[in-house]
């Protein structure tokens, strides 16, 4: 199994006062319980549709009542409920909200190597649907609450557990229905979610993302071109595919521009710190009047990831029309993924895309759906500070990034009513297949997670 290096003095002690006499949590071995409480949760088949994530729920309630941990589940749909637990402090801060959902999206039985849903581990890593988005993280938040439980931790804060249903596709049996009917039960200051990641180099943490915002995604919006049904042998100028090609052309082109707020602005940053000279050029003149359009350009070409967190983004990804060979349709359409930034007015970037097309032959529908949008959450909260500092005491030569997400997370519903939340994450690699084939997690760095993730909690929750 390969190794991650601390400071060898991190590994046994606290550089801060610990929050009780006692001696800190065996990492080890918790990270060894969380690695089996993985593997019970990726064994139970929560696939969405139909989630069936109340199987879920009623374990995790078994599993906390053994610490004297009382849980309980809500459901709009008996089969896909979420369970709330929570640890009591003594009332002087506002709560502290630990999310991760358990739904999973499905999976090509045929293309993976070993069972999906078997929990295999091979060679240090723990393999299955659902290892790394989320159930990973659901098993090492459970594994904090019963660390807190166990070393008697004294709470400023209640410490409140979501593990909610739903979050791949079908919010409303899950976040949305949590936040409109139960919200009292999971209202908090702050909240700890999916959405970030530690990087590493040669067995070393170099990097810890935070997210501290995201894209929306503004699902359903098409272009949709309509004209005469005909006989292929007669060519007509109104045929809708030519007028769709000649659309999703334009919209392939077109790059909406570039605006920063305060995490991309720091993610740059601090990002050129670490970066190669040339990397660090453009993070650090990506504003210069005379050189943004190059740079522009340059992470369009080879830093695609940045140049998405920067702009709303566009991508023409399902495309159809016609059902014959030999007969022009009376329509086509294409389906457009856009990701916005979090304060783009919608109807007015829909108005942009109508100009730039400038076909009154394509429509331009507005989507069926969307999650809310919210301001960041601060880089200067005391949850943000507790992640830095953690970060800093465990692997004190990485960096701590705030990042904008890219994809999309249930942060979306809780920042929308006001919590200042963050998504953080584990070790995760290029093979780590997180909606796509043999899904795996590292073992090691599940249990740095477990171990990060407790001091954050302590740091931040407890007295």
């Known amino acids: 199994m390969r190794k991650f290096l601390l400071c060898s003095v991190l590994t046994t002690t606290w550089l801060v006062a610990p929050p009780t006499a006692a001696q800190p949590p065996d990492f080890d071995q918790a ?135 739903g979050e791949e596709g079908t919010t409303e049996v899950g976040i949305d229905f949590m936040v409109e009917q139960h919200w009292n039960k999971i209202a908090a200051e702050f909240a700890i979610n999916e959405g970030g990641r530690m990087s590493a180099v040669d067995g070393r943490v170099n990097t810890i993302s935070v997210a501290t915002t995201e894209k929306v995604p503004w699902r359903g919006i098409r272009l949709v071109a309509r004209g005469t049904a005909g006989h292929g042998s007669a060519p007509r100028l109104d045929n809708p595919i030519v007028h769709l090609a000649a659309a999703v052309a334009k919209i392939g082109v077109y790059q909406p521009p570039m605006r920063l707020n305060e995490t991309t602005r720091a993610f740059l940053s601090r990002l050129a710190t670490i970066s190669t000279p040339e990397a660090a050029f453009r ?121 904008m997400l890219v994809a999309a997370t249930d942060s979306a519903q809780v920042r929308a009513q006001g919590v200042q939340a963050y998504g953080v994450g584990m070790i995760r690699d290029t093979l780590s297949g997180i909606h796509g084939t043999d899904e795996r997690i590292l073992l090691e760095g599940l249990r740095l997670f477990v171990e990060y993730l407790y001091r954050v909690v302590v740091d931040v929750a407890g007295h």
């Not at 969380?34 to 969405?48: C, H, K, P, W, Y």
């Not at 007969?327 to 007015?348: K, N, S, T, Y």
């Open 31 to 165: 990270g060894t319980r969380t690695a089996e409480l993985l593997q019970a949760l990726v064994r139970i088949d929560t696939t969405s549709p139909p989630g069936n994530e109340t199987e879920v729920a009623r374990y995790l309630q078994t599993v906390l009542a053994e610490d004297g941990i009382g849980s309980d589940i809500y459901a709009l749909d008996p089969t896909r409920g979420n369970l709330v637990a929570r640890l009591e402090g003594d009332g002087s801060k506002e709560p502290l909200l630990l999310m991760a959902h358990t739904d999973v999206v499905g999976v090509d039985p045929a293309q993976w190597s070993m069972d999906p849903f078997g929990g295999e581990i091979r060679d240090g890593y723990l393999y299955g649907r659902g290892a790394s988005d989320d159930k990973g993280q659901l098993a090492a938040m459970v594994e904090v609450l019963r660390l807190l439980v166990a070393h008697n931790v004294p709470l400023a804060r209640d410490v409140v557990l979501l593990a909610e249903a």
């Open 283 to 403: 993070y650090r003149n990506l504003e210069d009047p005379l050189q943004t359009a190059r740079i522009q350009y340059e992470l369009r070409r080879y830093d695609i990831t940045v140049n998405s967190m920067l702009r709303t983004s566009i991508s023409p990804n399902i495309i159809s029309g016609g059902f014959r060979r030999n007969v022009i349709p009376a329509e086509a359409e294409a389906e457009l993924d856009i990701r916005a930034l979090p304060d783009e007015d919608l109807d007015a970037f829909l108005d942009t895309l109508r100009t730039i097309i400038d076909d009154p032959a394509v429509e331009v529908t507005p989507p069926t759906s969307m999650r809310p949008a919210a301001p960041p959450s601060r880089l200067d909260s005391e949850l943000f500070m507790a992640l830095e500092r953690t970060q800093q005491e465990m692997f004190p030569d990485a960096l701590t990034l705030p990042t």
